[in-house]
């Protein structure tokens, strides 16, 4: 079923692209307010360059400049443009857009696009309109969900602490390999609302806990609303979900509402993507496209560069923290990470991970519990994926995010990978956690669907192959567990095979 859904957005997407080229060739966007134009003389030499003024030109007023020297062209075509220029003495021969507020709303637009616009804003408030209530239902059942941890003891310390650990370095890398090839450089972004002020690390640091839950939730305030929701989960799994029965209850009930939900929401992914794609491109001249495409291309090879040194950094921990052979190692893992990336599912991997890691010498006891928690919160290659998309579109609308704000967004990434890990099309979904959480438009995603499938791949490989690697670790610090006690040991639980499609 996801499978499908995924072959139904690429299909969206691709007419998406389609009807945008279109647009953009046969119905051109007017001149909007705000666009950076420059205007060129009959040698080509520039003759004026500055901004659209931010009103509508009228027949009287067209062509004429404000006191802060913009001028008023916003509504025109090109050659209503060069005609009201030269009418105010400009002899201009060609209007060159240099930069279009892309991810803003166009102000005057054909009707066709005006359309699309509203079909892919109506999409993105149903993803906003999705968010609380992801946190609230299935952070919280993801974290009392993982058992007793005074039952689980020394085996369940270990497993948390690796997990959580390997997650924090995965998305630090994909920061760090974004900032080095500064991917959305360049692409001038804007959104619609008026520029928020960088909060201090003091500010992030206060905004953890929230005054009011109910308020921060209500404030769509990310942050306080993920640390009241782990806190709540942290107590249900220290009193017990027996003892918790009625309130955990309530909270998995609201965890399947939510799944039933974001199911709904991505049934119209391909119209709400596809309808983005084609805004977006119907309102670009074509000379940006091909800046865009270059972006892109740089955020892919980002992403699959850091999943490389993160699997790296995992295979180095086999000989450092397993004391086992790597070579051997990932000899043994190769049948598992070959089904990842043919299943493009960790879940669904789970079988084959068990049966290799036992071959590694994992105890069954150990594998069993390992890998099924691993399958559903170990997520090292999403929380790189989603904390390098942030920093993408942080770069691409020109806000330079604080060493604070890229540290919130490495825990921010961390806890919507474990959270939301299950939900179809996950990526998607999480996405707007992240960004939503250091303040980022959220118009921007759709764009990355068109590089995401092979992404997604790696990603889901990377993920099962951390959950080898902590596997055998856990096994080396925990020797009084046997595998030749096995026989002893009861089954592992069986997890829904397709709970974390689209890792």
């Known amino acids: 079923m996801a499978g499908a859904t995924t072959g139904k957005i690429l299909f969206g997407m691709l007419v998406g692209v389609v009807v945008g080229v279109l647009l953009m060739y046969f119905s051109p966007v007017p001149l909007q307010p705000g666009d950076t134009v420059r205007i060129l003389g009959a040698d080509g030499a520039t003759l004026w360059e500055g901004k659209v003024a931010k009103k509508i030109a009228t027949e009287t007023d067209a062509g004429s400049t404000t006191p802060e020297g913009e001028v008023l062209l916003a509504g025109l075509s090109e050659d209503q443009a060069l005609a009201a220029l030269s009418q105010r003495g400009v002899q201009g021969t060609a209007i060159q857009l240099v930069n279009r507020e892309s991810m803003a709303s166009a102000a005057v637009m054909p009707p066709i696009t005006t359309v699309l616009y509203i079909i892919g804003q109506l999409f993105i408030k149903l993803l906003k309109m999705l968010i609380i209530p992801l946190i609230v239902a299935t952070v919280l059942v993801g974290v009392a969900g993982l058992g007793d941890v005074g039952k689980m003891g020394r085996l369940g310390k270990h497993t948390l602490l690796l997990y959580i ?63 009241f929701t782990i806190l709540v989960g942290i107590a249900v799994l220290k009193l017990g979900k027996h003892k918790c029965a009625p309130f955990f209850n309530f909270f998995e009930a609201l965890n399947d509402i939510v799944y039933v939900l974001v199911g709904w929401v991505m049934w119209l992914a391909p119209l709400g993507v596809g309808a983005l794609l084609a805004y977006f491109i119907g309102i670009q001249v074509p000379e940006y496209i091909s800046g865009l495409l270059a972006s892109l291309g740089k955020f892919a090879v980002c992403v699959a560069a850091g999943l490389l040194l993160h699997f790296l950094f995992l295979t180095v921990l086999v000989p450092l923290l397993a004391k086992y052979p790597p070579f051997r190692f990932l000899a043994g893992m190769s049948p598992a990470l070959a089904t990842a990336l043919g299943t493009d599912s960790s879940s669904a991997t789970m079988p084959v991970t068990l ?26 290659g999403t929380a790189l994926y989603e904390a390098t998309a942030a920093l993408f579109f942080a770069q691409a609308y020109g806000v330079d995010l604080t060493i604070g704000q890229q540290v919130l967004v490495v825990f921010t990434a961390v806890a919507a990978a474990v959270g939301a890990a299950g939900i179809p099309s996950a990526g998607l979904v999480t996405m707007t956690l992240v960004l939503t959480a250091v303040g980022l438009p959220l118009e921007g995603i759709a764009l990355l669907f068109a590089i995401d499938r092979p992404l997604d791949m790696m990603r889901t490989a990377v993920n099962v192959y951390g959950d080898g690697v902590a596997s055998r670790v856990v096994q080396t610090w925990n020797p009084d567990i046997r595998p030749e006690e096995d026989d002893i040991a009861t089954a592992y639980e069986e997890v829904e095979p397709s709970a974390a499609y689209g890792d």
């Open 355 to 380: 049966t290799c890691v036992r071959n590694l010498g994992v105890s069954k006891r150990i594998a069993g519990f390992v890998v099924p928690v691993g399958a559903t919160a170990n997520m090292d």
């Open 165 to 227: 650990g390997t997650m924090l370095v995965a998305a630090t890398i994909g920061l760090i390999m974004v900032a080095l090839i500064q991917p959305g450089s360049g692409l001038g972004w804007t959104s619609g609302g008026a520029d928020a002020e960088s909060p201090t690390v003091q500010d992030l640091i206060l905004r953890i806990v929230p005054d009011n839950p109910l308020g921060a939730m209500v404030q769509l305030d990310v942050i306080g609303t993920l640390f």
